[in-house]
């Protein structure tokens, strides 16, 4: 454990980042799930409606910096993929 004060104190913002950082991370996959459920059912319209929340939902932790923005590009091009090769 540290002794010094600075250090304690970073000890306390990671842990809070972290915590953070997993939230937002779980949004994310929840939405990414939810969209590769509705391509593995093929059904069309309810997989662009599950791609424009988790669009946003990416696009978002990229902003906030969870993710880097090419792993923000990869993952909405691989969704939208996906769901374009049902329609």
């Given at each position: 454990?540290?002794n010094?004060?600075?250090?304690?104190?970073?000890?306390?913002?990671n842990?809070t980042?972290?915590?953070r950082?997993?939230?937002?991370?779980?949004r994310?996959?929840?939405?990414?799930?939810?969209?590769e459920?509705?391509?593995a059912?093929?059904?069309a319209?309810?997989?662009k409606?599950?791609?424009?929340?988790?669009?946003?939902?990416?696009?978002?932790?990229?902003g906030?910096g969870?993710?880097?923005?090419?792993?923000?590009?990869?993952k909405?091009?691989?969704?939208?993929?996906?769901?374009?090769?049902i329609a």
């Amino acid at each position: 454990m540290a002794n010094i004060k600075s250090a304690k104190k970073r000890i306390l913002v990671n842990e809070t980042k972290a915590a953070r950082n997993k939230a937002i991370k779980s949004r994310v996959k929840t939405s990414v799930k939810k969209v590769e459920a509705a391509v593995a059912a093929k059904d069309a319209e309810t997989a662009k409606t599950a791609l424009k929340a988790a669009i946003s939902e990416i696009s978002k932790a990229g902003g906030k910096g969870v993710y880097h923005k090419n792993t923000v590009a990869r993952k909405i091009s691989r969704l939208a993929k996906a769901v374009n090769g049902i329609a």
